[in-house]
């Protein structure tokens, strides 16, 4: 793990080093597990947690050197420490929860995944290109397939939108916009690779219509199309040739478009552009947006800590927002890469982050810089992920061009005694990354087993590896409640599952979800009265509403309650509060107990 000062040299070759950063990059974008609860995003995570150490080192050593760009680098991952350290929940800001990518930890993975690209040998920047058009084609490939055989399972369509080998349709368009951006880039030029070029943006434009991304699809054809002329004007010869490339990457987005129609859905790019006037989508985007920028007025100088945009936003809510995302639809991101930054890490963050974006591209050049272009092109409308930063920011620091000639010769390492400090660290917290993702893989295939087979051992042991999760513990909680409900086992686990329920509020108090589920438990397990229970339920249901003020779950449970307590007035009070979110009960209440294994989104 330890690493070598940062050495553009043209003599040095590939090292072992640089052929596993180029086979960390294919796997960021094929990697995949059945047998993992989040297989497709999961081994990606733990990939991240491994270049956190090494990546970080050679951020550092730049940085000392004086490297611009490494040091805006260094500065906004101090800086989003910083914020995390003083969020109103510091652990959540700084490593996150069980199945998602926000966090302090994670943004550094992206940071060091850009200082591992400046690492990369001048070969291995050569083939960083060949490599991200393989990991891209097979993702076009597989979701033009899952279009036309509509598999189940990880590897099913969500809502008729190709997910492609990535979680998420969004993260597939960001990567599809990147290698569209790519392949026009060096369809520009002359020769074979033209050829390959082209026919490679054939399967991209096809695919990229299917997942439903309508920025990637304006976007990343619009990129292709500049790239190519960009590349044309650096070839000689006639003006006649310079505007071949473009037009033949019009072509090529032509036909994979055309060949895109008899699998499209409702839901694909194509169907959608139409609708951005009234898209729902966008319209959600803005609200959230606004909520965002009020949260911010709260903590103007460090923002409410990274990752921490669904805390807070949520209780902002309106009824708009949730007519127009759908119930109990929260966005954990803003959707928009700058308006995250600023929400979470402040006004200062967001400098930082600016600053870091306008050094690196201004110093980015080749078909790398175009790709890193292509997939952040996406992240001002859709969230960035471990599914795509990694490799974007990968090939964004790959594509850095000092001024003057590179170093012949590596830095002075830092040294105490004969020890270099910086690679030790590095070594180190290498090693503690990877041991950190392995047990994240073993977790999730726990979670799996959980999840199928409402296994109570198998949940105990996933909340032993990830402590403190309220994700995992509230997977505990269901596994009891669900053992209970078949008959597996008798009423004598009612104070387990009580506890299981209330260690959850404690490990994540800022979600809605997590009150819901106390209330369905505490409905049926907790001490005292039947009216001591009840005002138990509504305590929880309230705190719920607080933290989402308009969750359908958690209104349409206080509907219940007042019509178990026979309160008209109160009935009458959330039914039109539920109306006013398109989703009216009917008149009368018509089962007014909330069930144990009831549960919803928040």
Not at 208 to 221: K, M, V
Not at 494 to 509: F, M
Request: hydrophobic share 50%; net charge positive.
């Amino acid at each position: 793990m330890a690493l070598p000062a940062p050495d553009r040299a043209a003599t040095r070759r590939l090292g072992r080093i640089d052929l596993a950063i180029l086979g960390g990059a294919l796997a960021l974008l094929v990697v995949w597990s059945p047998s993992l609860n989040l297989g497709l995003l999961t081994p990606r995570m733990a990939i991240t947690l491994a270049l956190v150490g090494p990546g970080l080192v050679v951020v550092g050593g730049l940085a000392r050197r004086g490297d611009l760009g490494a040091r805006w680098l260094a500065g906004l991952l101090a800086w989003a420490l910083v914020a995390a350290l003083v969020a109103p929940h510091p652990k959540l800001s700084l490593v996150g929860s069980y199945g998602t990518d926000v966090g302090w930890i994670w943004l550094a993975g992206y940071g060091a995944a850009w200082g591992l690209g400046r690492r990369l040998a001048p070969d291995g920047v050569r083939l960083l290109p060949r490599v991200l058009l393989v990991g891209v084609l097979a993702n076009a490939l597989f979701a033009i397939v899952e279009a036309a055989v509509e598999p189940t399972g990880d590897l099913a369509t969500a809502g008729g939108r190709v997910l492609g080998l990535v979680s998420n349709s969004l993260f597939l368009a960001g990567l599809l916009s990147g290698g569209l951006a790519l392949a026009g880039r060096r369809a520009g030029g002359s020769g074979r690779r033209r050829w390959v070029a082209l026919a490679l943006i054939v399967p991209f434009a096809t695919a990229t219509n299917l997942t439903g991304s309508r920025a990637a699809l304006a976007g990343g054809a619009v990129l292709a199309v500049v790239a190519a002329a960009v590349a044309g004007r650096a070839e000689r010869g006639p003006t006649l040739d310079r505007t071949v490339g473009p037009l033949l990457v019009v072509v090529a987005l032509s036909v994979g478009f055309a060949l895109s129609l008899p699998l499209e859905s409702a839901t694909s790019s194509a169907s959608r552009i139409g609708e951005v006037s009234t898209s729902s989508g966008y319209e959600s985007r803005v609200l959230a947006w606004g909520f965002g920028l009020d949260a911010l007025g709260e903590r103007p100088v460090t923002g409410w800590g990274p990752g921490r945009f669904r805390e807070a936003t949520a209780p902002r809510t309106t009824a708009a927002f949730v007519r127009a995302e759908g119930p109990d639809k929260l966005f954990y991101d803003a959707h928009d890469l700058f308006v995250e930054h600023l929400v979470t890490t402040g006004v200062v963050g967001l400098g930082l982050l600016v600053g870091f974006v306008v050094v690196s591209f201004r110093r980015a050049r080749g078909p790398l810089a175009w790709f890193a272009a292509g997939v952040a092109l996406t992240w001002l409308l859709n969230p960035a992920s471990a599914c795509t930063a990694p490799v974007a920011l990968l090939a964004l620091g790959a594509a850095w061009r000092p001024r003057g000639a590179p170093a012949r010769h590596p830095a002075t390492p830092l040294r105490v005694g004969r020890v270099p400090v910086g690679r030790s660290i590095g070594a180190v917290v290498g090693v503690l990354g990877a041991l950190a993702g392995a047990t994240l893989v073993v977790a999730d295939a726990y979670v799996d087993r959980a999840t199928v087979d409402a296994d109570v051992d198998a949940a105990q042991t996933a909340q032993r590896l990830l402590p403190g999760d309220a994700t995992i513990t509230g997977l505990v909680t269901d596994a009891w409640a669900t053992a209970l409900a078949t008959g597996q086992v008798g009423p004598e686990v009612g104070p387990e599952v009580l506890r299981s329920a209330h260690r959850a509020t404690r490990e994540d108090p800022t979600r809605s979800i997590w009150w819901i589920r106390r209330a369905y438990v505490d409905n049926t397990f907790a001490p005292g009265s039947r009216e001591e229970q009840l005002a138990a339920v509504e305590a929880d249901l309230r705190e719920a509403l607080r933290l989402s003020p308009w969750s359908f779950e958690a209104m349409r449970a206080m509907y219940d309650l007042a019509g178990l307590r026979d309160d008209p007035a109160e009935v009458a009070r959330w039914r039109a509060r539920l109306c006013e979110i398109d989703a009216c009960p009917p008149d009368a209440p018509a089962d007014p107990d909330p069930e144990l294994a009831g549960g919803g989104g928040g």
